[in-house]
């Protein structure tokens, strides 16, 4: 077993981020992904997300209860169990929990080094949980960043959260969402189901990651913003399938399947970055991306 503690110190988000873009680079291709399970459960649900590479089969058990954090546990647990691929004989388990919370980051960072203005001078981070913290980590990794400012519906949390960020030598402060119109950076990682911003307000040379909802009726973002972007996601079908703010843009009318640009395209150089709208990408979380990082750990731990 590697535990949470093990699998942050073997592979940190810079390199999260680089073995997500040489996988892409490499030839995986996100469109032939094992469709991720959801299953619904008491209290909340389970998620079953399997996959293969050459060398290795990885699945992912996950749960998602919403009335954990009142509990004081955890919203997400897991496990992750990598097997050699040849002969499919159990490798080694993982903190699956741990997984989620390094290639989230990863995978947008990993899409917000192509999308990302050169130069950020204002973050604005919309969450004060794991996810927050850690996208906060894997973009500072990919850029440098000036400030930041922290979006959340807990005010009390926010400022603990802020303060937190500050230790690390970032400025950052408390803000409020109409604080995105001077941002070049903006994540989104909460639990919303409704907008988080104004879209309109977003300026032209901003990035924009969205990574909290994966149901079809949940969105962070609004169609004011995806009408006028160019909208990057992990693979089209699971996007429209999964990802809420394409698919009620999209019956909005404002968005179009073939709008919607595979994150392998950009990595390889296919379709070019559109540097004169904002830039989004939205992120569902899929299956080949905990193989990329477990794999990553496992063989961090063979040096």
Not at 187 to 204: H, N, Q
Request: glycine letters at 8%; a negative charge.
């Amino acid at each position: 077993m590697i535990t949470a503690n093990e699998i942050f110190a073997r592979v940190d988000y810079r390199a999260a981020v680089r073995a997500v873009q040489n996988a892409l680079l490499g030839g995986l291709d996100p469109a032939q992904d094992f469709a991720r399970q959801v299953l619904p459960v008491a209290s909340g649900h389970l998620l079953l997300m399997p996959t293969e590479a050459p060398d290795f089969v990885g699945i992912k058990v996950a749960s998602v209860a919403p009335g954990n954090p009142a509990l004081g546990v955890e919203r997400i647990q897991g496990v992750y169990l990598l097997l050699d691929a040849a002969t499919l004989t159990p490798v080694c388990l993982l903190d699956g929990a741990a997984i989620t919370t390094l290639r989230t980051p990863a995978v947008s960072a990993a899409a917000g080094d192509y999308l990302a203005p050169a130069t950020v001078e204002h973050l604005v981070v919309f969450g004060s949980g794991p996810q927050a913290w850690g996208h906060i980590e894997a973009m500072w990794a990919i850029r440098s960043i000036n400030r930041i400012t922290i979006v959340a519906r807990d005010q009390a949390r926010a400022e603990l959260f802020a303060a937190r960020v500050s230790a690390t030598g970032l400025p950052a402060r408390v803000g409020i969402a109409a604080d995105v119109a001077t941002a070049q950076l903006i994540v989104c990682a909460t639990t919303a189901r409704t907008p988080l911003f104004d879209g309109s307000l977003v300026p032209d040379d901003c990035c924009v990651v969205a990574v909290g909802s994966h149901e079809a009726d949940a969105r962070e973002l609004d169609s004011a913003l995806l009408s006028r972007a160019q909208v990057v996601v992990e693979d089209p079908a699971t996007a429209l399938r999964e990802a809420g703010d394409v698919i009620m843009a999209l019956a909005e009318g404002v968005v179009r399947p073939g709008d919607l640009v595979p994150l392998r395209e950009l990595v390889i150089g296919a379709i070019a970055v559109d540097l004169g709208r904002p830039r989004i990408f939205k992120s569902t979380g899929m299956s080949w991306e905990d193989l990329v990082i477990a794999t990553a750990v496992h063989r961090a731990g063979e040096l």
